[in-house]
């Protein structure tokens, strides 16, 4: 038999499999222009289509939409769309965390609610709180549901499904207390309205672009020059230089188009912010690498020493706080919350985001930036039927063909997928 050395330096060997990209190691090789295109096109013919068909889904969407609205490809629409999608975005961060993990967490749409509803309670004048102690508790109090739902499921070892179900049911019927018979709860706090409903002016969005991009490139040669001393295959100097260019383009384009319009809205900012704060402890931490490896392969995370109870409880209080954080985006748009906080679409579109985006129902495979390529993938399409006044019910029909086409394409395409390993 093999020996507890042995043992461990296979349960690490396959910990190391299960990495994102930017975690695996490979061969001190430096990579060619032409080996790094062969590498994606094996990548490709081996069906990880990474989010090519993200990209080839939003075309489709524009032109579909475009043809039957004139309004849907114009500045004021994009705006809408950057506020439309925000609240969707900020919750399905959570959903990616606890997908990783090849949980689930059904209880999102009311605990955002629950986040929503307790503010907006606490700062109905006269005696209202000041607005960041308000947000404050709201967010404490649904980290605090995130944490018990963790504690039942890895304490009682049940499935997540049956116990964030059972939440929806409990925090449903919270909010409809919470709520009473005060009916819908209109929001005051000018700050809080802000969230949503604040448009930068031209020079700020200008200069949050310029920040924005210095940043990104900062960060992306110091990963690559990271990458190369610890003698990890490298991507070449000029993609990298073309992936930050590409980075640059976009946000000069989006905020240009903002500008036509209203300007970039501030709750656009704070998605930013969380998405790149969220991508970051997902992939440049110990937390992030574990949360990847309970997903991948629990038994050989238990045999190298991580305490799975301990990350999967911390990944269910994360999407917790993450689906309040959306819920008071949410009431910020809407400028007030009533009984129907929480309820519709708002569950679907959520998990649908994170799936839709890439994040893999199997565990262990996906990325941060899932939330926001589904969810704008999501608001695109609910957005396009709204402008041509489409039923609720076709909405539900088509948003429901575009998750499962999702689930299928994740389904085929994972069979044989590699990771190079190359960033």
């Known amino acids: 038999m093999p020996d507890r050395a042995t043992s461990d330096k296979t349960c690490m060997s396959s910990i190391n499999e299960r990495l994102p990209d930017s975690q695996a190691t490979s061969r001190a090789i430096p990579l060619s222009l032409g080996e790094y295109?062969?590498?994606?096109?094996?990548?490709?013919?081996?069906?990880?289509?990474?989010?090519?068909?993200?990209?080839?889904?939003?075309?489709?969407?524009?032109?579909?939409?475009?043809?039957?609205?004139?309004?849907?490809?114009?500045?004021?629409?994009f705006v809408n769309l950057i506020v439309q999608m925000a609240g969707y975005t900020t919750i399905a961060i959570g959903v990616v965390y606890v997908l990783l993990l090849g949980e689930i967490d059904l209880s999102v749409g009311y605990v955002s609610a629950v986040a929503a509803v307790f503010m907006a309670l606490r700062l109905r004048p006269p005696d209202g709180w000041p607005w960041f102690a308000a947000i404050a508790v709201a967010l404490a109090a649904v980290a605090l549901i995130g944490v018990v739902q963790g504690l039942i499921v890895t304490r009682f070892r049940l499935p997540s499904f049956v116990v964030t179900l059972a939440g929806l049911l409990v925090w449903n019927?919270?909010?409809l207390?919470?709520?009473?018979?005060?009916?819908?709860v209109i929001i005051q706090d000018q700050m809080v309205i802000n969230i949503a409903n604040y448009f930068l002016p031209e020079m700020w969005g200008w200069l949050v672009t310029a920040v924005?991009?210095?940043?990104?490139?900062?960060?992306r040669i110091n990963r690559w020059r990271d990458r190369r001393q610890r003698g990890m295959a490298t991507t070449p100097v000029i993609v990298v230089v073309a992936q930050m260019l590409l980075v640059a383009a976009l946000l000069t384009i989006t905020v240009y188009v903002a500008n036509q319009d209203r300007g970039v809205p501030f709750v656009g900012v704070i998605m930013l912010v969380l998405l790149v704060f969220f991508t970051s402890l997902a992939e440049n931490t110990q937390f992030g690498r574990y949360v990847y490896v309970i997903g991948g392969n629990v038994e050989s995370a238990r045999r190298a020493g991580i305490d799975v109870d301990s990350i999967r409880v911390r990944v269910f209080m994360i999407s917790s706080l993450m689906a309040g954080m959306g819920g008071i985006v949410l009431a910020s748009r809407l400028r007030s919350v009533d009984t129907a906080a929480g309820g519709g679409n708002l569950l679907l579109n959520s998990i649908a985001a994170a799936i839709i985006g890439g994040a893999s129902l199997f565990g262990g495979s996906g990325k941060v930036a899932s939330a926001f390529l589904g969810a704008l993938i999501i608001a695109s399409v609910e957005n396009g039927m709204g402008l041509l006044g489409l039923s609720a019910g076709v909405k539900f029909v088509v948003t429901g063909l575009v998750l499962l086409a999702a689930v299928l394409i994740d389904a085929v395409t994972r069979r044989g997928r590699v990771h190079p390993g190359i960033a």
Do not use: E
């Not at 207390?177 to 819908?184: C, D, E, Q, S, V």
């Not at 924005?212 to 960060?219: L, M, V």
């Open 37 to 77: 295109l062969r590498r994606h096109w094996q990548r490709l013919r081996a069906g990880d289509l990474g989010s090519l068909h993200i990209l080839l889904g939003l075309v489709i969407i524009a032109v579909i939409f475009q043809t039957q609205n004139a309004n849907y490809l114009t500045p004021r629409n």
């Open 173 to 175: 019927g919270v909010v």
């Open 177 to 184: 207390i919470l709520i009473g018979a005060n009916g819908t």
């Open 212 to 219: 924005c991009i210095f940043f990104y490139a900062f960060g």
